[in-house]
């Protein structure tokens, strides 16, 4: 018998019981939907994840100033300024590593327009903090290095803080704007950059030149770095090795004998996302463990229909043994039903699993990322579940003893 | 004397229920020459349904000969055996055994599906098969669609199909009432004369009647083995027919003279 035969047999042989059979099928409809829908959330979830750590920028470290006691009270980092001015300067000159150095002195202050007011970060930095931070305008500049040097009162802004004191589709380039009683000109608004893994809204700040921030805002301790220094590796692989030369350069420049502790910190937020990272794909490998647990259990239905439906047909079995059906016949009959009960069920199931992985995307507005291996896997798997399971019903037919199963009532 | 079909030597069976051992043939030897229309007759325990299981492949005898078409059976395998009963034998059942809610014709083809038979030339000799049954008029008809005789009819044709060496039929009035049964012997009969050989189980002495030769069974061994002048199913049938005929007018004639008061009773 040809195979294309023993696949119409099946097929007539399912489509006599339809209700049935699409009941048995749905099981694994519902099983390989989920897997599908399941792996496709997890994924966009990840994505989400990596969209908000890439907006924070890529590959940075954060240099913090050491800790101070006093009274026994312990200081948190950046309490006691160990960091200089120069200390930022050598560590973009010696540095091969870094790409992008910038500091980052902050406050919070109230920026006033003539009708509204805003309480925000502000933050003193230099040029390089934007390109540090990938960090686009949307309209107008940020501020460059004669800006730094000349101290000079201009202030690049943030979408939110625009958004509430000109109005969301405002463009304020040119206007002037008060902080603390000084006027600043906004030369630049940056573009929307959304919101950092831990719910911060990056949008909500406005930027001014550290010299300015210095002398007009807070003043400062002249030669320690009363902040934060940000520094960018040149690719992810570097920032380990960024961090590492950082810490070497210093240590020699803070004179710390061997066997000391450090007088600073270095945060790796690379390694803070891949952790992150992780946690989303194991959300996702659970999700599908449980979601292949349902694809196991519609296999189990199909083993139970096929066993019904041998013991429904053993006289039909005895017949076709009596005239002339091998053992092999039999056997490959009842599994390839079996397999088409089961791969129909996958291509309905990703065909589900698919439109609910848009639906959830759609609605949670994350990127929909289907993975094509995923649908090879899972009707793979699909098929794995049809002739595992078919097979025991199918080789109990085969097994048949022709003169009982022509005598079966 | 023709040239042996089917030739059993000394054949027994003992089957095992539990500790008991059931002898149920205790050796039988036969021979069928090609042509022959013999009947099996036998009470059940007599063996002869063991002796058919033997004869169609179906069971293997536990010691003795059994040549099928001057060929040794006893040894093969199940797949060897499939292989006779696909191309040697032809199978006629006492409860038909056709596929349900699957066409007269589809269920003719089936034993050459299993012989690799190209689809173009099943259909063709499905339908000749068909037409010599008569039933070239229901190819399209589904078993619940016939009566009984035209099912075994059908199952006749599947049995012919395959152009079997022997046609085995178990039982094969056991369902039909009697006019039909006569109705499927003069089909037997029309087959026995073009030649085919046909090995009928019957506990019915009226349908062994139609054979050519009739072998008694009893406790499993061959009790009698005769040759008999079969009577012609034919006309067998047509006395059956004339005489349901008669009864039919004589019950019409009753009812319409119970009848004939209402009518008047209504007409006025």
């Known amino acids: ?73 312990h200081g948190g980092f950046g309490s006691m300024p160990t960091l200089t001015w120069d200390d930022l300067t050598a560590i973009q000159r010696e540095v091969p590593a870094v790409q992008y150095v910038a500091p980052q002195l902050r406050t919070n ?15 003193g930095t230099t040029a390089d903090y934007f390109a540090l931070r990938s960090w686009p305008t949307a309209s107008g500049n940020t501020f460059g290095q004669s800006d730094i040097d000349g101290a000079t009162k201009v202030v690049v802004m943030g979408q939110t803080v625009v958004d509430k004191l000109f109005g969301p589709s405002a463009d304020p380039v040119g206007q002037m704007v008060r902080i603390r009683n000084i006027p600043f000109q906004v030369v630049g608004v940056l573009a929307r950059k959304g919101q950092s893994p ?65 007088d600073f910190s270095i945060r790796n937020l690379a390694e803070l996302a891949s952790a992150q990272q992780e946690g989303t794909k194991t959300l996702t490998t659970l999700l599908a463990s449980i979601a292949a647990v349902s694809l196991l259990v519609g296999g189990v239905g199909i083993m139970n229909i096929m066993l019904v439906s041998v013991t429904e047909r053993t006289r039909e079995i005895g017949l076709r043994m009596a005239v002339g059906a091998r053992r092999f016949d039999i056997l490959t009959q009842f599994l390839v039903e079996a397999l088409t009960l089961s791969s129909a069920g996958g291509i309905v199931g ?43 019903p199918a080789r109990k037919a085969s097994r048949l003893d022709p003169i009982e199963a022509l005598r079966f009532e | 004397m023709g040239e042996a079909i089917v030739q059993l030597e000394g054949v027994t069976k ?18 069928v020459n090609r042509g022959e229309f013999a009947a099996v007759m036998g009470s059940s325990g007599s063996g002869k349904s063991t002796l058919m299981n033997i004869l169609g492949c179906l069971d293997k005898p536990t010691s003795g000969e059994f040549r099928l ?35 007269a014709l589809e269920n003719v083809e089936l034993p050459l599906l299993y012989a690799d038979v190209p689809a173009a030339e099943r259909h063709k000799r499905a339908r000749e098969a068909l037409g010599r049954v008569g039933l070239a008029d229901r190819v399209h008809h589904h078993p619940n669609q016939m009566s009984g005789g035209q099912q075994q009819r059908v199952a006749i044709a599947r049995a012919l199909v395959t152009n079997p060496k022997v046609i085995l039929a178990d039982e094969p009035t056991g369902n039909l009432d009697s006019e039909t049964s ?22 019915e002495p009226d349908v062994a009647g139609f054979a050519g030769r009739v072998i008694s069974m009893k406790d499993g061994r061959v009790r009698l083995d005769r040759a008999q002048q079969p009577e012609d199913a034919r006309q067998a049938l047509a006395r059956a027919v004339a005489q349901r005929e008669q009864e039919q007018a004589q019950e019409q004639s009753q009812g319409q003279a119970h009848e004939a008061p209402h009518a008047q009773e209504s007409g006025s």
């Open chain 1, 1 to 73: 018998m040809t195979g294309l035969q023993t696949i119409r047999i099946a097929g007539r042989a399912l489509m006599r019981n339809k209700l049935r059979s699409f009941l048995t099928a749905l099981g694994i409809i519902i099983g390989v939907g989920a897997v599908i829908a399941m792996v496709a959330i997890g994924d966009g979830a990840k994505a989400m994840v990596e969209q908000s750590y890439a907006a924070m920028g890529s590959n940075l470290l954060v240099i913090m100033s050491g800790t101070t006691t006093s009274g026994g009270a």
């Open chain 1, 109 to 123: 202050a109230q920026v006033i327009t003539e009708e509204q007011n805003w309480s925000t970060s502000v933050t």
């Open chain 1, 198 to 262: 831990s719910g911060q809204d990056y949008d909500d700040g406005v930027f001014i030149p550290s010299t300015t921030f210095m002398t007009k805002i807070q003043g400062g301790l002249k030669k320690f770095l009363q902040g934060t220094i940000m520094a960018s590796a040149r690719s992810a692989d570097a920032t380990a090795k960024a961090q590492r030369q950082i810490t070497g350069l210093l240590r020699e420049r803070h004179n710390l004998p061997k066997g000391t502790d450090d």
């Open chain 1, 350 to 392: 990703i065909a589900s699993g698919l439109g609910v992985a848009h639906q959830l995307a759609a609605h949670f507005n994350w990127p929909l990322l289907v993975r094509p291996q995923i649908i090879v896997i899972a009707v793979g798997f699909s098929a794995v579940v049809g002739i595992g399971f078919g097979l025991y």
């Open chain 2, 14 to 31: 003992v089957y095992k229920l539990g500790d008991v051992e059931v002898h149920a043939l205790r050796g039988v030897t036969l021979t």
């Open chain 2, 69 to 103: 078409d001057g060929k040794p059976v006893s040894r093969l395998g199940s797949d060897g055996l499939a292989r006779i009963r696909n191309q040697t034998l032809g199978f006629v059942f006492q409860s038909f055994n056709l596929l349900s809610r699957t066409t």
């Open chain 2, 182 to 203: 006569i109705e499927v012997m003069t089909l037997f009969q029309d087959l026995w004369s073009a030649g085919i050989t046909i090995l009928l189980v019957t506990h």
